[in-house]
Each structure stands twice: as C-alpha cells, then as structure tokens.
C-alpha cells in the first residue's frame, strides 16, 4: 500500500489500485468500501458539493452482488467492486443526465454511454453523478446554476476547483470517490486536477470513445480518467480506451497496453522544457515547482532539452474557433432562447459561436493542419513537452473574471490532438497545489503516463491530502 493506506484503516483513503487489490484477495468486502465513501460523502457533500446526484441504494445493491461474486470465484475483471464517480454528461439510461444545466433538470437518459458499459462490465459501481460546468463550456468551474463545487484545499475560502470536470476533481481530492471520469475539450480534465491536487489523462481524440456523453465540441472532447496517482489513471485508461461502433472517431485506434510500459522509467528519454518566452506571466511559485520537477525528471536519466516551435503555447487560448463554431452547433439555440435558464458567462460563449462564419472555421481547421505538422516536425525526437498545467494555483471565487480562461497551457493540446497528464508537483506557501503537465503527441498515453509514473515514484506531492480529508 502506499503511505496514505498504511496510515489509515479507513477503505474510503485508500487509492483505486489498493481498493482494487484488496477486495480481488478477499480482505476488503466492496459492501465495506461502498459503506465508507457514502459515510463520507453524507458527512463532507454538504459543503463540497461535489455530487448532482447519489446512488446511494443501488451502490449498496451492487456492491453486495460483487461481494457475493467474488466470494463465490466469479470476479469478472481485476476493479470488480471498486468505486467510481462519473461527470454529469456520462448517460446512464433511466437517470437524469443534466449536462450541469438547470434546463435540463428533469433530461433523463435513454441509453447508456459505451464508457459507462465498459466499466460496468468491468464490476465497477458508480457512487453518483458530478457537478459540472454548465455544457462542459468553462475553465474555472463555476456553476451559477447548479452551485460550484468547494475546492477541499482551503476550508475557510472558496477557490476554483478548476473545471468543467469540476464535481470530479473535487470528489476524488476529498475522497469521496477513489477515482472518476471527467471529460476534455480544452482542459476540463487537467485543469480540475491542477487544481485540486490529483493526476488526471487528457487522451487523444478517439482513443476513448464518446458515445451517450453529452458533446460540446465534437472534434474535441475526449473523456478521460480522474485519480490519485498515475498508475490508477492507467488502470481506468486501460478500461475505457478501444473502438466503438458508434464512434468514428474511434474507428481504426487500436487499444495500446498502458500498464505493460508504466515502469520502465524514463532513463534516456528527451524531455522537452517549454519556451523561455512561455514562463511570461506565470506565478513564482508554478514555475519554481516547474523548474523542481525538470530538476527530478533530470535525476532520474530524463535528458532535458530546448524545442523550438513556431508559435507560443499561450497562442492556442485565442484559438477558439473550433469550439466556438462546434459548441454553438450543439448549444446554440438553447444560448438564444432567453427563457432558457443559462449562466451569463456560458450563454455568451454559446452566442459568440454565432459571429464565425464558414470562413473562419475553416481558416482555423487550416491553421490546426498546419500547427499539427510543425509540432511534428519540433517533437521528431522529443518524447514529451513538459510545462506548468497552469499559471496560477486555484484563485479565490470572488476574484475569477469569466472573460479570462485559465487554459493557457492545456488548450493547444486538444487542437494539437495530442495526448496529456496533469500531475501535482509542489505546493504555494499557504498549501495550495501545483501541477506539472506531460504532452506527448497523439496515441502516445502510454509514454505520458510512464514519465508521469517515474516522477510519482521519485516524489510523494500526489499522497498529499487536503485540510478537509481527515
């Protein structure tokens, strides 16, 4: 077990990997993990509010349908019993699915996601549904709506939790959920962890399927794993990647093996650090740990070295126009309809979608084609783009400006359609988390996640637990 399941006897503390083991062996019961996440979430949800909605009942029922699974040899898979939490756009037929909109309070699913049947073939139980920002359509986390989830690293003032994954981020730092889903268009799954202080994997576009996921930008959400370490994020990566009918995107990926490659290092490996130009405007505290964890990745056999891209990262912040044109495909109408109860931030990002023309949707696809080959050729023999996740630490709640997204360093990944891991790496002086983020090129998880594995073993930042875990 590693040190926060060695000094506790409470299952709801305990990492995915080590719930996992346990109740494969017999010794932990998933009725007793289920009893001791509920006990949480009914103790600390009041003022987190993480979760939309909690299936309290039916966890309980599928957790004693495990135990007896398992006591009887018939585990069907090696997380059979284990806990997760999913975000609220993740169908699950016969529940309500909000998408984190007031508007759509009584939505309910008529299908299920492929990712949900996956993991329910795979034994897992789904604790609930997280809050989200409304449609997946911002940064911060904020939910004027449906109410903003209380990030657990600062109990006396509300800060960002990071979004849109936002319930997810939160749920998984508190422990009220030893892992979750979230999604990514532009960083809703980094950010979240940033954040809050946990490991989260950005895929490649495809990779996971988004069938029954409620879509914001078609060509760029991506569904990914929400955990304490690196190697839960395998484990869940490996559960939810492959084709699926249903998607095209998916059509012709074929699953890789994440956790056949997580150990074997980083010795050798070339570790892009980020352009000189891009440190403008971070916060000291992101770029002394930054600078920290090249300094480990370096100690560990990683050669660090320059790239040279034509572009700066913060670039990719202002190049919107594909989402702004997707997501007003998808959201649009309901944006114009003034009944329609919307967050005023969300409603505006929607309506500016309405100002682009062919033109400029196209002139960005033409730009993405052409940004993906320079990046191409500058990665030719480049393993991963190391940089902060984010500039800042989580700000106060009252002092976000909704005009400013604080996705500087994630956003060219989804355009780039590459692959990325955002994970802790340090702290500011009054206990805020820091994070550092692993891009690799698209399909390359695997690798993202074994550099993101030999960092946690050489460090302990990820086993950190907030004020509000106790």
Request: charged content about 20%.
């Amino acid at each position: 077990m590693d040190s926060a399941s060695r000094i506790s006897t409470d299952p709801a503390l305990w990492p995915a990997h080590v719930l996992a083991r346990e109740i494969a062996a017999r010794k932990l019961s998933p009725v007793d993990a289920v009893e001791a996440l509920l006990a949480r979430i009914e103790r600390l949800e009041p003022k987190l509010h993480a979760f939309v909605d909690i299936y309290a009942a039916d966890a309980r029922l599928a957790a004693e349908a495990a135990d007896k699974a398992i006591r009887a040899g018939h585990a069907v898979g090696p997380l059979h019993g284990v806990p997760i939490a999913l975000k609220d756009l993740i169908d699950l037929e016969g529940r309500i699915t909000t998408g984190g909109s007031a508007h759509w309070r009584g939505r309910r699913s008529t299908m299920t996601a492929t990712i949900a049947k996956r993991m329910f073939a795979q034994g897992l139980i789904v604790l609930g549904k997280t809050h989200t920002v409304e449609f997946a359509y911002g940064g911060w986390g904020t939910n004027e709506q449906m109410g903003t989830p209380w990030n657990p690293w600062d109990e006396a003032v509300p800060h960002t939790p990071g979004g849109s994954s936002s319930g997810s981020g939160v749920a998984v730092a508190a422990r009220l959920s030893p892992w979750a889903i979230g999604t990514d268009t532009g960083g809703s799954v980094r950010l979240p962890a940033a954040f809050c202080g946990i490991t989260g994997l950005k895929v490649t576009i495809g990779r996971i399927p988004v069938t029954g996921i409620i879509p914001l930008s078609a060509s760029l959400d991506t569904p990914g794993p929400m955990a304490r370490s690196v190697e839960d994020c395998a484990l869940l990566y490996d559960v939810l990647q492959g084709p699926d009918e249903a998607d095209p995107n998916t059509r012709g990926i074929m699953p890789e093996s994440p956790m056949a490659t997580l150990r074997r290092g980083v010795r050798g490996l070339r570790l892009a650090r980020m352009p000189q130009r891009d440190r403008d405007g971070c916060d000291e505290d992101v770029l002394a740990a930054y600078d920290r964890s090249l300094t480990t990745l370096a100690g560990l056999g990683a050669e660090i070295v320059d790239i040279d891209l034509p572009w700066p990262l913060a670039h990719f912040t202002t190049t919107s126009g594909i989402v702004m044109a997707e997501a007003f495909f998808n959201g649009g109408a309901m944006a114009q309809d003034a009944s329609a109860p919307l967050d005023p931030a969300v409603r505006a990002r929607f309506l500016a979608g309405a100002q682009l023309t062919a033109q400029d949707y196209l002139a960005t696809k033409a730009f993405q084609a052409q940004a993906k080959r320079d990046l191409a050729t500058a990665m030719a023999d480049i393993d991963a783009l190391l940089t902060p996740t984010t500039v800042t630490p989580a700000i106060p709640l009252d002092a976000v400006d909704q005009d400013v997204m604080p996705s500087r360093f994630t956003r060219f990944g989804n355009v780039m359609e590459m692959c990325g891991l955002s994970l802790p790496n340090g702290f500011t002086a009054s206990g805020l988390p820091l994070s550092l983020q692993i891009s690799c090129l698209g399909y390359q998880e695997a690798m993202a996640l074994r550099i993101g594995f030999a960092f946690q073993q050489a460090t302990e930042y990820h086993l950190a637990t907030p004020p509000m875990v106790t």
